[in-house]
């Protein structure tokens, strides 16, 4: 089956450096990659974290609960 592929000048550079360095065609070399990438196992998903998991700090805050806001963190920003 043939295709059409749309890569960005840079990274088809690269795929043309490596077939070559590998004395190898293009469509070989898509080709591995391709099979390569299908017979991987899925990447386990992410970790998921929780809230729990965070360091918390206890005590007073240094700043007001008011400037907590995004407009408030803003204007910290700027200050």
Do not use: Y
């Not at 295709?3 to 070559?20: C, E, I, S, V, Y």
């Amino acid at each position: 089956m043939r295709t059409t592929l749309d890569l960005p000048d840079p990274l088809f550079a690269r795929l043309k450096a490596r077939a070559a360095h590998e004395r190898i065609t293009l469509k070989q070399l898509l080709r591995l990659f391709v099979e390569q990438g299908l017979d991987q196992r899925s990447a386990p998903a992410r970790e998921r974290r929780s809230a729990a998991a965070l360091p918390r700090v206890e005590g007073r805050l240094a700043i007001a609960p008011e400037q907590l806001s995004n407009a408030g963190l803003a204007a910290l920003l700027e200050e």
